[in-house]
């Protein structure tokens, strides 16, 4: 159970009203008229609380489970044990997450302008907006309604930002707009210029840079992570993306639709990813690439060259999967190879 001081619970919910909600059948011997009072996790759930399973490595736990239902793939239902209630899909971690938020769902802000705000004259606020203390609001701003702006944070002239969008604590913005149902967790810094600069005999000279940073819906920017405004073309975050902490992405990188970027990836300037593409933690790409639709990008891997649709590479300098795998045992092999 949640931690009440921090998180409160909604609900109870029937077996039945949880399994319509996420699209499950209800199977063993529990009646749907069972009420769920919370979720829990599969090794200490009980006779009131919502369960799930999807991965193999869990059946000892699952057959042990005391849950008042689990969430289970029909390929494992025959490793229940009996009187066990369960909500079958093809995909319980995402049922466990929608039913999740019905047991916990986000509060919306609690419309308020603290007195220790500075909201510029021409700025405008959205009905039912939050803006938390010693925020700062520049002139021809724009922040969409039931949004809010957390304490300490800056949002810069002319930027907008959509509905319901929440800015943590100490984010600063510029040179932005920003779409609907946004999250951008403490810290982020949005839209400052980008790393751009002539190298010359005589010293640098720095170019400006004059393009944007364009969010689209529903993206999630996780806590210090770091997005530079364009040269000239905007960079660009697709509708969907999530994007971990610590992440750094520089000038014109272009990223697609429902991408997934995990902690401390560094992206290069003019870089474009296409729809769907994941980058594991530590991936660093050098500018200029074409990362294809669907591409997959391992782990600490330092990509120098363009990467095709679909294909999943890994390594530095990084390699196709099953090339990378063959190096890797090749090298285990010489490392442990005995001397004549």
């Known amino acids: ?26 199977a063993g011997t529990a009646t749907p008229e069972r009420m769920l009072r919370d979720v829990a996790p599969l090794q200490t759930a009980t006779r009131d609380e919502l369960a799930f399973i999807d991965n193999r ?25 009996e009187n066990l209630c369960l909500l079958v899909t093809e995909k319980p971690y995402r049922a466990y997450a929608v039913a999740a938020q019905a047991f916990y769902p986000e509060p919306p802000p609690v419309p308020w302008i603290s007195p220790d705000a500075r909201i510029d004259a021409n700025a405008e606020i959205g009905e039912d907006s939050r803006i938390e203390p010693f925020a700062v609001i520049g002139a021809r701003a724009k922040i969409g309604r039931r949004s809010l702006i957390g304490a ?10 959509g509905d319901d969008t929440r800015v943590g604590a100490q984010v600063t913005i510029s040179h932005a707009i920003i779409g609907a149902r946004v999250r951008l ?10 790393f751009g600069f002539s190298p010359d005999p005589d010293g640098f000279v720095k170019v400006p840079q004059l393009g944007r940073v364009i969010i689209g819906d529903d993206v999630e920017i996780g806590a210090n992570t770091t997005i530079d405004r364009g040269a000239g073309p905007d960079t660009i975050i697709g509708a969907g993306t999530m994007i971990d902490n610590l992440v ?5 990188v272009q990223i697609g639709r429902n991408c997934v970027l995990v902690s401390q990836v560094g992206i ?12 594991g933690g530590q991936g660093g790409l050098i500018g200029h690439l074409e990362i294809g639709t669907g ?20 390594g530095s300098p990084s390699v196709p999967i099953k090339l990378h795998h063959r ?11 005995k001397g004549r």
């Open 1 to 26: 159970m949640a931690d009440p001081a921090f998180f409160q619970v909604a609900g109870p919910f029937t077996v039945a009203e949880i399994a319509l909600r996420i699209g499950a059948t209800v």
């Open 57 to 81: 490595k869990y059946l000892d736990a699952f057959r042990k489970c005391g849950a008042g239902a689990v969430l289970v793939h029909p390929a494992l239902t025959n490793e229940a044990p």
């Open 152 to 161: 300490g944070s800056v949002v810069g002239a002319a930027c907008t930002i």
């Open 185 to 194: 967790y403490p810290g982020v810094r949005i839209g400052q210029d980008g």
């Open 248 to 252: 750094q992405i520089g000038h014109n």
């Open 268 to 279: 290069s300037g003019s870089t474009r990813l296409g729809d769907f593409v994941m980058i």
């Open 295 to 314: 591409a997959r990008i391992g782990a600490q891997s330092g990509v120098a060259s363009d990467v095709a649709p679909g294909e999943t590479v890994m």
């Open 327 to 337: 190096q890797v045992a090749a090298l285990k092999r010489l490392a442990t190879r």
